[in-house]
């Protein structure tokens, strides 16, 4: 079983910055989550949850949705078994609650960009723009 915390959560100023992270613990993580794809979701209010970012398991690809394009920054640190998700130039619509979670595809060569495709999921953190 793998256990992920994302953490950097809290309010910020719109054009201002913040840096999520997500460790993974539990079990054989090292091997388990150093072989997989990663990403980031958001849910707002009354919204369903969407991709923002997402990585595969070298950290050589990445995907980017279109509204976060040029402003987000995804990466990890297999060494750490961590990710993070580098926030830029806030916009208060980025306000949402923000999860990671674990790809399903040993190795897959892209980036995993649906819901599905991802197996465990972090409880999330917070994350308000202010405008």
């Known amino acids: 079983q793998v256990h992920l915390e994302e953490s950097g959560g809290g309010l910020a100023q719109a054009g201002g910055s913040l840096r999520l992270s997500c460790a993974a613990s539990?079990?054989?993580?090292?091997?388990?989550?150093?072989?997989?794809?990663m990403g980031w979701f958001r849910q707002a209010p009354g919204e369903e949850r969407r991709i923002v970012a997402s990585?595969?398991?070298?950290?050589?690809?990445?995907f980017y949705a279109d509204s976060v394009k040029g402003r987000f920054t995804i990466s990890r640190d297999n060494a750490k078994n961590t990710i993070y998700l580098q926030m830029n130039s806030l916009k208060p619509e980025d306000t949402a609650v923000y999860y990671c979670?674990?790809?399903?595809?040993?190795?897959?060569?892209?980036?995993?960009?649906?819901?599905?495709?991802?197996?465990?999921w972090g409880q999330g953190t917070q994350v308000t723009v202010s405008s």
């Open positions: 539990g079990g054989n993580f090292g091997s388990y989550v150093n072989n997989y794809a």
């Open positions: 979670a674990v790809g399903s595809q040993k190795r897959s060569r892209q980036p995993l960009k649906s819901g599905p495709e991802y197996d465990y």
């Open positions: 990585i595969t398991w070298s950290g050589s690809v990445t």
